[in-house]
């Protein structure tokens, strides 16, 4: 399968576009829907179709402290802004991985059915990583914390998607669906975030977070580090057991 291709290209009126291109598949008008559904903390899109997408071109600075308070901010706005359902009314992609995003009204059994257990599948794990993942996913209903409704996530929030422009941020490359509003939080932090502190704080000055939020990290973090022993193989297996360990230890 060709992989998808990017350049950056310049419009007749002046615009300066970053386009991404690849073979037909419905990842470039899920992405574009993801993009239009987050609003204005997301890039704009120009165009979009079974085989491209294009975006506005976002010249990026350093981040700075008041930019990391007001992402903090705007990313709450977001999340509250809420969803239907758990899911999202087009198809899901991760990367370029697929997702299920059927609509849920419980957050356990989604995560559990249409995050972590197809990629354990994938993933090609030893048979007790296995089994201790199938444990974890047992205990998500009593381990999720309080019932939320659902938040309107990004649902690939590492800090590579989260460009720093004009004093804000601007997202790109969603996996955007209806979710649970820690999920984006936990993946800020599994990679590192600038002024994280910051970008915590504020959100949950905007937004209060429930008790315990920090203590299900790892819960949050077993779906992504599941895509990347899928993406990367192995050298990601480590990390990812000791988030089944933790959230075992809830």
Known sequence: MRPV??????????????????????????EAAGLRWLGDI????????????????????????????????????????GADAFGAPWPGFIAELPMDNSPSHCWPEFYARQRVLPFVRQARLPAGDVRLIEQAVERFPE??????PPARIHGDLWSGNVLWSGGRCVLIDPA?????????????????????????????????????????????????????VVLFGGSYRDSLMSAVRKVLSL
């Open 5 to 30: 291709a990017h350049r950056r290209e310049g419009l007749p009126d002046g615009r300066r576009v970053f386009v991404k291109t690849g073979p037909v598949s419905p990842l470039f008008t899920s």
């Open 42 to 81: 997301a890039a704009t899109v120009v165009e979009a179709g079974e085989d491209h997408i294009v975006v506005e071109w976002v010249d990026t600075e350093p981040p700075t402290p008041e930019a990391a308070e007001r992402f903090g901010r705007d990313l709450a706005r977001t999340h509250l802004l």
């Open 143 to 148: 381990v999720a914390g309080p019932a939320e």
């Open 176 to 228: 955007a669906h209806g979710g649970h509003r820690e999920t984006d939080l936990a993946m800020l932090a599994l990679f590192g975030a600038p002024y994280l502190d910051r970008i915590l704080g504020a959100y949950a000055e905007a937004a209060p977070l429930a008790d315990g939020w920090r203590e299900r990290v790892p819960l949050h973090q077993l779906h992504p580090l599941l895509v990347h």
